[in-house]
């Protein structure tokens, strides 16, 4: 042993620990690297499936507020916008959304392809441990895309056409979206301009009211929404069960929505982060639910039932662009000026003879604009200025963009059923089938 030591070169020697400490340095950092890369995609994934469960709680609030003529109609239409989401944004959407070489010609037409995912087991590649795997991160944003559809269905409810409306979808959800999301998310110019939309209350939901918008106004009101006078007529709901139910199953996706956005679970850093972002999620749905409440008893009376729902889901959509940031104090804030928004709008939308049947464009629009525009208060890299100039930027484009595609829609193939089939109910006419058969018969 004596002797074999003799033999080393001194610096040799000295190299010896250092050499061993430098690869259990390497070590500890590629297992970290590992782990990181593991809890960022099982934060996508259970974000995602979370997400997911959101269009149940689409499926379930339009059910109830629709009425029961039209309810297997509203569950088709839900189905079916999310499958076709599903598959437009594979084929083009993602890539779209996310230019690998950016807005450049290669980059533009490189984003017009199919979603390409990893080889099973990773074999022969090497991935970016840094990020998460490009399945959990597209099956992420996914869910973010179907949910701008989902907004649109129930604005447009009991009046409009099947195919027409899911070729709308196909559009919205494989070229309209992407392309304005690719402005912030995808490092666009709106990104680099400095506008802040943490989890998408323009993004996604300001955009998915301003295509509801543009649906709502080529499409017109309802039979029978409007009296001869101008005057509002009621027309409540099948199912306000229903209804709640899918409040409460939106309330619960909404903490994928946000939580997920935090976009890494590799460090305790993270982890605390991604707890703030629930705790404030669920306060500004609290106080948005009970300034509704309270708003509604002391304007009419009476509590009303639809508008506290709504109330929730606004204090949802306000705090989803910044929900970190914010103290719970002020979350409580942002999502009860969302339940206040809520109260106002809904009828104010009436008086503009603009029929939207669940409430989705003071929800999703009018509350997303006060959620984007207030992010500058709790969050000090943000301008109220870039904020609405980005919110408007998004709403300009998606609202044309809808507006002339609805346009064309109606001019050639239709969009509104005819007056016979959505005074019979569009379960029958569309569909030729009830959700209730059993009430119809007696």
């Known amino acids: 042993m004596n002797l074999m030591k003799s033999l080393i070169p001194a610096a040799a020697i000295v190299a010896l620990p250092q050499m061993g400490l430098a690869q259990e340095a390497a070590a500890t950092g590629e297992t ?6 593991i809890l960022t995609s099982l934060l996508f994934l259970m974000g995602g499936f979370l997400v997911f469960w959101m269009a149940a709680g689409f499926a379930m609030l339009e059910a109830g507020l629709v009425r029961s003529k039209n309810v297997a109609m509203q569950l088709v239409k839900n189905i079916g916008l999310f499958s076709f989401a599903a598959i437009m944004y594979w084929l083009v959407g993602f890539n779209l959304m996310y230019p690998g070489d950016g807005w450049t010609i290669t980059g533009i037409l490189g984003a017009f392809s199919p979603t390409s995912l990893e080889p099973v087991g990773l074999d022969g590649v090497e991935t970016d441990l840094s990020y998460a795997s490009v399945g959990s991160d597209f099956f992420f944003q996914l869910m973010f895309c179907a949910t701008t559809a989902s907004i649109v269905s129930g604005t447009m409810a009991e009046r409009v056409k099947l195919w027409p409306f899911f070729f709308f979808v196909i559009v919205l959800t494989g070229i309209i979206y992407p392309i304005e999301a690719s402005w912030q998310w995808g490092g666009g110019w709106l990104s680099e301009m400095g506008f802040s939309d943490f989890a998408g209350s323009t993004l996604v939901h300001a955009a998915g009211g301003f295509a509801a918008l543009a649906g709502a106004i080529v499409l017109g009101p309802r039979i029978g929404k409007y009296n001869k006078e101008g005057k509002v007529v009621p027309i409540p709901g099948s199912n306000l069960a229903l209804a709640t139910l899918g409040t409460f199953i939106l309330w619960l996706g909404w903490f994928g929505f946000n939580g997920g956005s935090q976009l890494a679970m590799g460090t305790i850093g993270d982890m605390a982060d991604i707890s703030r972002i629930f705790a404030n999620t669920n306060m500004a749905a609290a106080a948005g639910a009970v300034a509704a409440l309270i708003l509604t008893q002391v304007m009419y009376g009476k509590v009303d039932l639809t ?3 709504n109330g929730a889901l606004a204090g949802l959509v306000s705090i989803t662009a910044e929900p970190l940031a914010p103290s719970l104090f002020q979350a409580l804030i942002i999502g009860g000026i969302g339940g206040v928004i809520v109260v106002y709008t809904v009828p104010l939308l009436d008086k503009m003879k603009i029929d939207d049947v669940v409430g989705a464009i003071p929800v999703h629009l ?20 870039t904020q609405i ?3 408007a930027a998004i709403g300009i484009f998606v609202f044309v963009v ?6 064309i829609l109606k001019a050639t193939v239709g969009l509104r ?3 016979e089939e959505e005074i019979n109910g569009l379960d029958m006419g569309e569909l030729g089938m009830e959700a209730y058969p059993e009430f119809s018969k007696g």
Request: proline share 0%.
């Open 402 to 407: 809808s507006f002339i595609l609805f346009s």
């Open 366 to 385: 009018i509350a997303g604009f006060w959620g984007t525009f207030i992010v500058a208060w709790t969050n000090g890299d943000a301008s109220f200025v």
């Open 307 to 309: 508008m506290v729902l």
């Open 389 to 391: 100039i980005g919110f």
């Open 417 to 419: 059923v005819g007056e």
């Open 32 to 37: 970290a690297q590992h782990t990181q890369y």
